[in-house]
């Protein structure tokens, strides 16, 4: 089956560092990515949908200046955590839609830490 | 605000019994996922019920679509410890939305 892949899969930064998360998928083309963040024991809460060569839409409530989405090329989208504080401290899990039919693969997520 | 309610959020079966959890949505969606969580680990895709009296089923697990009451269920048949983890479910085309998650502990 087709394969999402992020990068970093775990990644520790201090405070006020950015940290860039990758979403790749492997072998296909994505137009569309959705990047969801979930607190430990708790549920995916959607952040954005990145969509290739234009603007993220962010849901409500999440700050596009503190969560910069960019969706270069249809295999690529990433998600950049700048000035870290400890609240943002999550595990972030992609999805891509494949281009053709629609179907929804999820990446490996990363765990962000932020001491 | 679109709403997906799971029940029950956490559950202890004994090997060997079945049970239901139930997933209710608010849209009118007819597009219904279910997934698998383990510790530490991403989401791992179960069924993906597309349409009103879909019924799926894989090994001890079978799941449900009834659009016009806007539930799903997931029946597990003779729970086995592995299959002790946390199951959502989801609804929407692509941005979806998640229930809270269900913890199924299945104990020996």
């Known amino acids: 089956g087709a394969v999402v892949s992020q990068h970093p899969s775990r990644v520790i930064c201090k405070s006020g560092t950015s940290v860039k998360i990758e979403c790749r998928s492997l072998d296909f083309q994505a137009t569309t990515m959705f990047w969801y963040r979930q607190f430990p024991k708790k549920s995916l809460m959607l952040m954005a949908t990145?969509?290739?060569?234009?603007?993220?839409?962010?849901e409500q409530g999440v700050e596009k200046d503190k969560f910069l989405i960019n969706h270069a090329s249809l295999t690529l989208s990433t998600l950049t955590v700048t000035s870290a504080h400890p609240e943002d401290s999550s595990f972030y899990i992609c999805?891509?839609?494949?281009?053709?039919?629609?179907?929804?693969?999820f990446g490996e997520g990363s765990r962000l830490t932020v001491l | 605000e679109l709403k997906v309610e799971q029940n029950p959020l956490f559950l202890s079966m004994q090997e060997g019994k079945n049970y239901t959890i139930y997933c209710n949505y608010s849209t009118t969606s007819d597009r219904l996922y279910w997934y698998r969580q383990d510790p530490g680990k991403s989401l791992e895709s179960l069924f993906v019920l597309l349409s009103n009296g879909a019924v799926k089923q894989e090994g001890r697990l079978m799941a449900s679509l009834d659009t016009k009451a806007r539930l799903s269920t997931l029946h597990i048949t003779a729970a086995v410890h592995d299959l002790s983890a946390t199951y959502f479910c989801a609804e929407g085309l692509n941005d979806m939305r998640f229930g809270a998650g269900t913890r199924l502990t299945v104990k020996p």
């Open positions: 999805s891509a839609s494949e281009r053709y039919t629609g179907e929804l693969f």
């Open positions: 990145s969509n290739e060569g234009s603007k993220a839409t962010y």
